[in-house]
């Protein structure tokens, strides 16, 4: 088999069956010719070197074989590419706030090796940043492979352009909003007028909590170390109460609707009286919710060496002495019940300062309704 021969057969292999022979036919009299021009001009046979060079003018077998495949010869191609650019940034950004947050509780959860933390968190971070453009190129692939194109990429508005900006940091939180005509410079004793923050960027750090905190809910999401408690350098499991299991979803339905709300904000930023007016019926729900956890009574259990306790309360522990030993514990606070005792006083509170701050929420989105 000569080199023109192996050649032709490496670019067959990467045809379609149907069109092979055309094909191949074709490209070996385009060889034949470059190699007869060659030499005539040389005025000689051909060396091997001198047909190989002609051979990798005209291409590598891979890139010959692609400019005769039908169909897209990228798996994102420059359609698309803008997308799926915009749709890893934002995702990257969102795992490094997962993993920030992860890594925050588990440094106050009262871990002896922060290295190991900070460890975890960066493989966490990096491995879920390769499984997202995994991900994201698949479906680009695909979007790709079949010509796929969502009305949200043909048939867009101007108005919700404004969460795109998302995918940027140096953005969040910076003064943007409506563009203004051209006019001209003003006077150097001029006071520079302040610019407008765009209102929807105070829903991102929501949307971005919540989403977390759903994906954790439902179990696609692990935080090393929030379910132990440090007692003397040894870790006691914390095991949920029923009331957890009894309001599963309940507290998974309301954290979708409340994403919902938050992304809709995102895009819809000066949909003010709308917003206040599905905010209002979340708060009250979550009015219940607390309330229902309140009178549970039993959120938590320790468990250490064989030995087991609640982390309970009632509304007895609503006062400010008990908060007052919160600032003398000594080591023997370290123990089981003491430290089942310190968090049922932390959970206490912290039910009363949700339930007041959803109480805040419904007030102030009836006067938003009212007001607009």
């Keep these: 088999m000569d080199m023109i021969d192996r050649y032709l057969n490496a670019v067959a292999a990467q045809l379609p069956q149907d069109e092979r022979a055309d094909i191949v036919a074709e490209l070996r009299d385009l060889i034949l010719s470059r190699f007869e021009a060659k030499e005539e001009e040389l005025g000689r046979p051909l060396t091997e070197d001198e047909q190989e060079a002609i051979l990798r003018e005209i291409g590598h077998p891979l890139v010959v074989a692609a400019r005769y495949r039908k169909g897209p010869d990228s798996l994102v191609g420059p359609q698309l590419f803008p997308y799926w650019l915009f749709g890893v940034k934002a995702g990257l950004l969102v795992l490094l706030a997962v993993q920030a947050i992860g890594l925050f509780i588990h440094l106050i959860s009262?871990?002896?090796?922060?290295?190991?933390?900070?460890?975890?968190?960066?493989?966490?971070?990096?491995?879920?940043g390769l499984t997202l453009i995994g991900v994201a190129t698949v479906a680009a692939a695909i979007f790709e492979q079949y010509d796929i194109?969502?009305?949200?990429?043909?048939?867009?508005?101007?108005?919700?352009?404004?969460?795109?900006?998302?995918?940027?940091?140096?953005?969040?939180?910076?003064?943007?909003?409506?563009?203004?005509?051209?006019?001209?410079?003003?006077?150097?004793?001029?006071?520079?007028?302040?610019?407008?923050?765009?209102p929807g960027g105070e829903y991102l750090f929501s949307f971005i909590a919540v989403g977390m905190f759903s994906l954790w809910w439902?179990?696609?999401?692990?935080?090393?170390?929030l379910m132990h408690v440090q007692l003397l350098g040894e870790d006691a499991t914390v095991t949920p109460a029923p009331i957890w299991s009894t309001l599963f979803v309940p507290i998974l339905v309301y954290a979708l609707i409340q994403m919902s709300v938050d992304l809709n904000s995102l895009f819809r930023p000066y949909?003010?009286?709308?917003?206040?007016?599905?905010?209002?019926?979340?708060?009250i729900a979550g009015l219940w919710l607390t309330y229902?956890?309140?009178?549970?009574?039993?959120?938590?259990?320790?468990?250490?060496?064989?030995?087991?306790?609640?982390?309970?309360?009632?509304?007895?522990?609503?006062?400010?002495?008990?908060?007052?030993?919160?600032?003398?514990?000594?080591?023997?606070?370290?123990?089981?019940?003491?430290v089942a005792s310190t968090l049922s006083v932390v959970m206490v509170w912290v039910l009363a300062f949700s339930a007041i701050s959803l109480a805040c929420s419904v007030v102030f989105n009836l006067w938003r309704l009212a007001r607009g």
Excluded: C, N, Y
């Excluded at 439902?218 to 170390?225: I, K, R």
């Excluded at 949909?271 to 708060?283: F, K, M, S, Y």
């Excluded at 959120?299 to 309970?312: M, N, P, S």
């Design 110 to 128: 009262g871990t002896d090796d922060a290295g190991q933390a900070i460890s975890h968190a960066f493989h966490g971070f990096f491995s879920s």
């Design 149 to 198: 194109r969502p009305k949200w990429m043909t048939q867009w508005r101007v108005r919700d352009l404004g969460a795109f900006g998302l995918s940027d940091p140096a953005t969040w939180g910076a003064k943007v909003g409506p563009m203004e005509p051209l006019k001209a410079p003003p006077a150097p004793w001029a006071r520079p007028r302040a610019t407008k923050a765009w």
């Design 271 to 283: 949909a003010v009286r709308l917003r206040a007016l599905a905010r209002i019926p979340i708060a």
């Design 292 to 338: 229902v956890i309140f009178q549970a009574g039993h959120w938590f259990t320790l468990t250490h060496d064989g030995e087991t306790a609640r982390i309970a309360g009632d509304w007895v522990m609503l006062d400010f002495d008990s908060l007052r030993t919160l600032g003398r514990l000594g080591d023997g606070a370290r123990d089981l019940v003491g």
């Design 218 to 225: 439902v179990g696609v999401l692990h935080f090393p170390g």
